[in-house]
């Protein structure tokens, strides 16, 4: 009887266990089943992240391709929109064209020459104001407040207001050889730079017009000078050791903070561009090349035939002009590519600039001629 009472109740316990063995089989697969639920929602949460980051990622770079393409076809549209033809040619000159500028408001030009004269021409009518001097001009630069600088091969130079009158004369080299002129750009200040053939370097102001420094540069003089629109750093192009070299200088100590080289021959010309951020130089060797600030050579432009004698930029910095003996002027882009080529000139062209509106080109020639080009 009580074997009989065990065996009941050992099956009745073996039953229970049997029911909570279940009940614990379905507890862990459904705790399992709800781990895998979570999980995929986990996995799928990042899935969709990565895939939104993903698709951020691709709307980015659809937008810098769709912007690169407008920015080309914008640029390919204004290189195709600048033609330039020539619009007057202005002769009365009896040598050479050295330097060419033109007024803040586009309305007058400058020319400077060899035959010791420079002239305020009116670009409407033609007509033009002589402005003697005593020796061949060397260069020359429009200021912002429609005065104009000249520096002579006699070393020194003359502040000229936009009237034709005189209105400075300063000595800016102790040996009076050749003087050079850089000017600041869109500055509110007029300042300028000069560089004399004896290697003197003098800072000017207009308003009070006066030197307030200057220091002497031991090395060979430098054959081009152009200003920053800083007010605090120039570039030359000089000779040293046979090898031809771009320079960024400090204004204030004269420190060379910077070299570049890469031409075959005399540097002849350079030019900062508007904003500061690149320079270009022109050369014997018959070549343009773009710079960084610090020196380095971007580009080289090939093109031109002989000798390129003087370059400037665009005022929004995204074309390049050059002149050359070989009597032709070149516009560029900043890829080196020659989009058009102006031969109007019959002798070899010695001087170009780019008016402020960005619409007119100046050019002054060897046989005294100077042209505006327009758009």
């Known amino acids: 009887m009580v074997a009989s009472q065990q065996a009941k109740e050992f099956a009745e316990a073996e039953k229970l266990l049997g029911v909570l063995v279940k009940k614990n089989q379905d507890a862990t697969s459904s705790c399992t089943a709800a781990k895998h639920r979570v999980q995929s929602k986990i996995d799928a949460e990042k899935a969709a992240k990565s895939a939104l980051q993903l698709a951020k990622q691709a709307l980015a770079l659809a937008q810098e391709q769709l912007a690169l393409e407008q920015a080309e076809q914008q640029a390919a549209a204004a290189n195709q929109a600048l033609v330039f033809a020539e619009v007057q040619r202005y002769e009365g000159h009896q040598e050479g064209v050295k330097a060419v500028g033109v007024s803040p408001d586009g309305g007058w030009m400058a020319t400077g020459s060899w035959d010791k004269t420079a002239k305020w021409w009116d670009l409407a009518t033609g007509e033009n104001l002589v402005l003697p001097g005593d020796d061949k001009v060397q260069s020359m630069a429009v200021l912002q407040t429609g005065q104009l600088v000249v520096g002579y091969n006699n070393g020194s130079l003359k502040l000229w207001d936009g009237a034709g009158n005189l209105q400075h004369t300063a000595e800016a080299s102790e040996q009076k050889r050749d003087?050079?002129?850089?000017?600041?750009?869109?500055?509110?200040?007029?300042?300028?730079?000069?560089?004399?053939g004896d290697?003197?370097?003098?800072?000017?102001?207009?308003?009070?017009?006066?030197?307030?420094?200057?220091?002497?540069?031991?090395?060979?003089?430098?054959?081009?000078?152009?200003?920053?629109?800083?007010?605090?750093r120039f570039v030359i192009g000089v000779k040293e050791d046979l090898r031809n070299k771009v320079k960024v200088l400090d204004v204030s100590s004269g420190d060379v903070q910077h070299i570049g080289e890469g031409h075959r021959d005399t540097v002849q010309c350079v030019a900062v561009f508007p904003d500061g951020s690149?320079?270009?130089?022109?050369?014997?060797?018959?070549?343009?090349?773009?710079w960084s600030p610090t020196g380095t050579c971007e580009k080289t432009f090939t093109g031109h035939e002989h000798a390129v004698m003087s370059v400037a930029v665009f005022p929004d910095g995204q074309r390049v002009v050059s002149a050359s003996r070989d009597k032709t002027i070149k516009v560029w882009d900043l890829e080196g590519n020659c989009v058009q080529t102006l031969d109007g000139h019959k002798s070899p062209v010695l001087s170009v600039t780019v008016a402020p509106d960005g619409n007119h080109i100046v050019s002054g020639a060897l046989d005294g001629t100077a042209i505006l080009w327009g758009v």
């Open 179 to 196: 003087v050079m002129v850089g000017v600041t750009a869109f500055t509110a200040e007029s300042k300028f730079v000069s560089f004399s």
């Open 199 to 232: 290697g003197l370097v003098k800072l000017w102001l207009v308003n009070p017009f006066h030197s307030f420094a200057q220091y002497k540069m031991r090395n060979t003089p430098p054959s081009c000078i152009s200003m920053f629109p800083c007010g605090e």
């Open 278 to 290: 690149r320079f270009v130089s022109g050369s014997s060797d018959k070549t343009v090349k773009l």
